[in-house]
């Protein structure tokens, strides 16, 4: 490891990495230069494998030259960049900038030769309609997720909310959770659960729950515009809820100021029972040192009104100066990393080397999260025997979840259309208020919160 990590070095520096390399002309030396987005900065093994995957790849390709490029994707400075022609001819960005990346031009259109390589075909329709406008596609969708619980077995263990065969208890409403959060307190002398409140991690994680209780953020109107339709009992209801559990639960954390970051160490420091999370969730915790076989997964329990989870995610796009090129080599890396529905035996050993890159940084293996990629695609069933083949806690505890994703009664629903991100934040005063001021109205809150999303963003859109 350590002689491949000096190679990295010395491949490093011989690639020039750069923070802010552009799209620039795509000619070096007679070949097509393909710029790639979010190049790791430091050494490690992901820079190894990225490296090791540039050698390969240029070997097998020798009319191409990969440069990496280490910026990564942020909506103050994507903007700009877009603007400015400066991106990365291959960038990653989130499903939320999804339309606005797609309606100002900011990613090639690449319905024709996403269906004349099979890629068109062969993705998640769901993932499709998220990447997709006006029946053409603007994106090639690279990871996905839905929203779950994630537990502490042991907390679960004390508490009393396992189930003799090894799988956590699963709470089927909102009511249970915090009655499960309560059992977990009054077993453990810690907080049942924790609920984020800024950063926009508090209002992306209400927006399901809200979701669950009958409410609709936003409208299409027949001309175009959108309309703010969250101030209802629906969403006062569900503030509520979280209200009750700082109140009437006395169940989450005495700090009330908890950004991402915050969120998984206090779970991944074994601080707190129960979380909203993703299936990535090893990656945000392993850093902690978090026993694997503490971790437990679990489907996203049901509202008044629905059973529903949140779809996120993240996707490559091209820069809508890249040449035809570039365009072909950035597809042509794809699937050489195996970031395609394409099982090639490349695909098969970047697939090898991440998840040896996950085992060696520690990480839980065993969650299978929401594919990009049709269930019957031989990539998905491959990423899924090297997860079986390579479990390191026991399946059961993740079981519930792992089952929730292909759950055809568990409605998936997509981020919010339009300015999501400046509705979670706008939703995280929201709860900010309820869990520090014990006299704080939420249907006022709400109410506030509706108006000001409607004058001071969707009206803008407008």
Not at 139 to 158: H, Q, R, S
Request: proline residues 5%.
């Amino acid at each position: 490891m350590k002689k491949m990590i000096s190679l990295a070095s010395a491949a490093a520096i011989a690639l020039g990495v750069c923070a802010g390399c552009g799209s620039g002309a795509g000619n070096s030396n007679g070949k097509t230069k393909l710029t790639v987005g979010e190049w790791p900065a430091e050494q490690g093994a992901e820079l190894t494998n990225k490296t090791n995957q540039k050698l390969g790849f240029e070997q097998q390709n020798p009319d191409i030259t990969i440069e990496g490029d280490t910026w990564i994707f942020d909506v103050q400075t994507f903007y700009p960049k877009a603007v400015a022609g400066t991106l990365p001819n291959l960038y990653k960005a989130h499903y939320t900038e999804a339309d606005k990346i797609m309606k100002g031009g900011y990613s090639k259109d690449l319905t024709e030769i996403a269906k004349k390589k099979g890629y068109f075909d062969n993705i998640n329709p769901i993932i499709l309609d998220t990447i997709s406008k006006g029946g053409k596609m603007y994106a090639i969708p690279e990871v996905a997720y839905v929203l779950g619980l994630a537990c502490n077995v042991e907390m679960f263990e004390k508490a009393g909310l396992m189930n003799a065969d090894g799988t956590p208890m699963q709470p089927k409403t909102w009511d249970e959770v915090a009655d499960f959060a309560v059992k977990i307190k009054a077993a453990t002398g810690k907080p049942g659960m924790a609920v984020p409140t800024a950063s926009n991690v508090g209002g992306w994680l209400f927006t399901p729950i809200a979701w669950s209780y009958g409410v609709d953020f936003m409208e299409e109107q027949p001309d175009g515009k959108w309309k703010a339709t969250f101030d209802t009992p629906e969403a006062v209801a569900a503030l509520q809820y979280i209200k009750d559990l700082k109140w009437k639960y006395d169940v989450l954390p005495s700090n009330t100021l908890i950004n991402y970051e915050e969120y998984f160490k206090t779970f991944g420091t074994e601080q707190v029972g129960i979380v909203i999370s993703a299936g990535d969730i090893p990656r945000n915790i392993h850093k902690y040192e978090f026993d694997n076989n503490k971790l437990g997964m679990l489907a996203i329990p049901a509202g008044p009104k629905r059973h529903v989870t949140l779809l996120g995610g993240s996707m490559f796009c091209i820069a809508n100066n890249a040449s035809d090129a570039q365009v072909e080599a950035a597809l042509k890396w794809l699937d050489f990393t195996g970031k395609t529905y394409l099982l090639t035996d490349d695909a098969k050993k970047a697939k090898d080397a991440d998840l040896a890159q996950q085992i060696e940084e520690g990480r839980h293996i065993g969650i299978k999260s929401m594919q990009v990629w049709k269930s019957d695609s031989e990539v998905v069933k491959y990423e899924h025997k090297l997860i079986d083949d390579n479990a390191n806690a026991d399946p059961n505890h993740v079981k519930l979840y792992n089952e929730a994703v292909n759950d055809p009664s568990i409605e998936i629903q997509p981020e919010e259309p339009v300015c999501a991100q400046d509705l979670y934040a706008l939703l995280d005063g929201c709860i900010q208020e309820v869990l520090t001021n014990k006299d704080a109205d939420p249907a006022k809150l709400i109410a506030q919160a509706n108006e000001s999303f409607q004058k001071n963003y969707l009206d803008k859109q407008n």
